[in-house]
């Protein structure tokens, strides 16, 4: 079978499958990130602005890290085919689309000259990102021109500076990571690099004055790559597609910032639900602590319980009832909108979530859960302590699954790994932080004293932003919810706390 190409195309006769436009566009787009969501989100959604006549660009992915799928995207010229399925109107709907507005992927460790080169084009006018929450920070290095920053920052700051001097325009930033203010963040970590690496008040000037950073929201289950389904589906296209991506029907990005960047984020003229507003905090609020949230707080520890995928955990009658209460019971009271609104919202991420064509795999959202749990789980426990006085046992139980799921050693090749029934699984997360819990997991097993453990791992700041000791009976609770896990099984505590 042959591989997807841009050669391929003219050849390709499908049914029901539509090929995004075929120009060849200038590059309007620098994208950190060639993962499935991007790919399945913002480059799905330039790829509509394209066929709507209304965007007229082509997007340059970037890949951050020195592992990633650039070689996969230049294989098949920057092509790949989507797959948005779910429940539409009552019945089943599927729609496949080969997405034509990626130009190619480019690696930061190996061709950081084209890289730089990309930034200075003259057509350029936005970049997208999507390093996940832990990406947006601080931290520290040298300016080294010539060569790739580490940070995503420190990349995009020497970028900035490089297309500065080329007496470039300024561009449009807009990061998906859900932190909140994203782009402000993003900002005040490039302002950083430039006082430290001594860059002088005009680069200062044109970040910020000609560069503008916009503040988002974005909403899309994508399950990624449909591993069991995908000789099925490169059968029925006709072509091998290793970059083969799934998402669910819907989507929607909010963005908050000046509506005269419409005319270069075009994407609601096309006829995308794109939401420009003075203040995404209110649908960020119920986006992340409900779907994001809802993830955080249940995949980890129904992972370890046996289950793979996020319709099976929810149809569990144990698990889903875990689920409910820390939606309806925990999460429901912390966001600050009307009781109908945050009811209808909280039942369709039920419906989300029981999408039987999603595939959505646990394994898949347990990256950088460290961050997420933080970011997604963490404000909600925090705000429920406040308003009722007490802990949200299932919130407070999400802290010690997380702790049992990155308890592992390390393999072969020096990558962390956790055990479980089913055979061995990744722990995709900070190296250091991971060896930092299993530093203190040593030191239990010497002394069976889970408080002290809960006790270690609760006061990293660098972890959670706060000592979360200082949290009324958090230690004690999240101490002897860990001690069940591990005595008893995940299920088996599970079943435990809500009969509590």
């Not at 990130?33 to 330039?46: H, P, S, Y």
């Not at 203040?279 to 602590?289: E, F, G, H, I, L």
């Not at 139980?397 to 308890?407: E, G, I, M």
């Not at 299993?438 to 609760?458: H, K, M, P, Q, V």
Request: glycine content about 8%; aromatic content about 12%.
């Amino acid at each position: 079978m042959e591989r997807l190409t841009r050669k391929l195309l003219p050849s390709i006769q499908t049914k029901d499958l539509v090929i995004g436009p075929r120009e060849e566009y200038p590059v309007k787009v620098m994208q950190f990130g060639e993962g499935n969501f991007l790919r399945a989100f913002i480059d799905w959604m330039i790829d509509k602005s394209n066929e709507a006549g209304r965007f007229g660009g082509m997007v340059q992915l970037v890949q951050p890290l020195p592992q990633g799928m650039a070689d996969f995207i230049n294989e098949q010229d920057g092509l790949y085919t989507l797959i948005l399925r779910g429940m539409e109107n009552g019945a089943p709907a599927e729609y496949k689309r080969v997405i034509t507005c990626v130009k190619g992927c480019l690696k930061t460790d190996s061709e950081w000259d084209k890289v730089v080169e990309c930034a200075c084009l003259p057509s350029l006018e936005l970049v997208f990102s999507n390093t996940t929450e832990a990406g947006i920070e601080y931290r520290p290095e040298a300016y080294t021109p010539g060569k790739a920053q580490q940070t995503y920052p420190a990349k995009l700051a020497s970028l900035l500076y490089e297309r500065f001097k080329a007496g470039r325009k300024g561009l449009v930033i807009v990061p998906c990571e859900l932190i909140d203010k994203n782009g402000a963040k993003l900002r005040e970590c490039i302002l950083h690099y430039a006082a430290d690496w001594k860059l002088g008040d005009g680069f200062v000037k044109y970040v910020e004055n000609e560069c503008a950073f916009l503040n988002t929201l974005v909403d899309r289950i994508v399950a990624g790559y449909p591993r069991t389904e995908a000789a099925a589906y490169c059968e029925k296209l006709g072509y091998e597609d290793k970059l083969l991506d799934c998402g669910e029907l819907f989507h929607l990005f909010v963005i908050e910032g000046d509506e005269k960047f419409r005319k270069v984020i075009p994407f609601a003229e096309a006829g995308l639900n794109l939401v420009w507003t003075s203040n995404q905090t209110p649908y960020r609020s119920r986006k992340v602590r409900f779907l994001n949230g809802g993830h955080t707080s249940s995949v980890l520890a129904a992972y370890l319980a046996g289950f793979d995928f996020v319709d099976k955990m929810t149809a569990d009658p144990l698990f889903g009832r875990y689920l409910r209460t820390a939606l309806f019971d925990e999460v429901f009271p912390t966001v600050q909108l009307p009781d109908g609104e945050k009811k209808a919202f909280a039942e369709s991420i039920i419906d989300r979530f029981l999408n039987p064509f999603a595939n959505h795999q646990l394994i898949s959202i347990s990256l950088n859960s460290i961050s997420k749990w933080q970011v997604r789980v963490l404000p909600s426990l925090l705000d429920y302590v406040e308003l009722k006085g007490r802990l949200p046992k299932v919130l407070t139980f999400s802290f010690a699954a997380l702790l049992a799921f990155y308890r592992g050693t390390k393999n072969a090749d020096g990558k962390w790994i956790g055990k479980r029934a089913a055979g061995s699984y990744p722990i995709s997360d900070d190296d250091a932080k991971i060896t930092t819990i299993n530093a203190a997991y040593a030191e239990l097993d010497r002394s069976g004293d889970y408080r002290s453990f809960i006790e270690t791992i609760a006061s990293k700041t660098d972890f959670w932003d706060r000592d979360l000791n200082q949290v009324p009976g958090f230690t004690d609770a999240a101490a002897a919810y860990l001690k069940s896990i591990e005595d008893d099984g995940v299920a088996a505590a599970v079943r435990k706390l809500l009969e509590a």
